[in-house]
């Protein structure tokens, strides 16, 4: 089966400061990676869906300046948090589909972001 | 806008008892409607899926069907075990004119099943 790897799965940064997280597709290539919010006892909301050597487009309301999506191949995309500031600790969560969903979308364990 | 509402837990049943978490959907079109399971410290699983009405996704003894004329997908399981302890996610798929699409959640429904 498709296996989706998400890096750090939980990170402490000061405010002001920048982190990235990592989501790698372990087994199939991922010609689409979408990036999920998830706040303590919500549903998670899409930010951003990316597809490889393309730009990412955003949900509306989620600041492309401050979360930098980067696709660069069909195994990684990288999520950015600029600026960190407190109101942006969250749970992000990543997944990936193929061409042609042969597994359908997998999801990343995900990343606790805590900004302090 | 599309949207899914599922019944807000957490629900805590006893090993063997009959499980049953609503959910309903408001879309546009056709969506397909999925079931995702997280375990504690994992990502979300698929559980099962429908892509069209009157289908019924099963997996594991859990079943949902896809009911268009009441916009539901209730997941159910006749016996669950101790092991089914997770948060299960109810999802629709829009379309976005071609194969890709992406997901809106519910909420999540946490269950605990007790010895």
């Known amino acids: 089966g498709a296996v989706v790897s998400q890096h750090p799965s939980w990170v402490i940064c000061k405010s002001g400061t920048s982190v990235k997280i990592e989501c790698r597709s372990l087994d199939f290539q991922a010609t689409t990676m979408f990036w999920y919010r998830q706040f303590p006892k919500q549903s998670l909301m899409l930010m951003a869906t990316s597809n490889e050597g393309s730009k990412a487009t955003y949900e509306q309301g989620v600041e492309k300046d401050k979360f930098l999506i980067n696709h660069a191949s069909l195994t990684l995309s990288t999520l950015t948090v600029t600026s960190a500031h407190p109101e942006d600790s969250s749970f992000y969560i990543c997944?990936?589909?193929?061409?042609?969903?042969?597994?359908?979308?997998?999801f990343g364990s995900g990343t606790r972001l805590t900004v302090v | 806008g599309d949207s899914v509402t599922q019944m807000e837990g957490p629900v805590t049943l006893s090993e063997e008892a009959f499980l049953t978490i609503n959910c309903t959907y408001t879309?546009?079109?056709?969506?397909?409607l999925f079931w995702y399971v997280q375990y504690p410290g994992e990502g979300l699983q698929l559980l099962l899926k429908?892509?069209?009405?009157?289908d019924k996704g099963s997996n594991k003894g859990f079943e949902a069907t896809y009911r268009k004329e009441t916009t539901s997908f209730h997941l159910e399981k006749g016996s669950v075990q101790v092991s089914d302890s997770a948060v299960y996610f109810c999802?629709?798929?829009?379309?976005?004119?071609?194969?890709?699409?992406?997901?809106?959640f519910g909420k999540g429904t946490k269950l605990s099943v007790k010895p």
């Open positions: 879309a546009t079109g056709y969506p397909s």
């Open positions: 999802a629709l798929m829009r379309s976005r004119g071609g194969s890709q699409g992406n997901l809106i």
């Open positions: 429908a892509t069209k009405a009157d």
């Open positions: 997944s990936a589909g193929e061409t042609g969903l042969k597994y359908g979308y997998t």
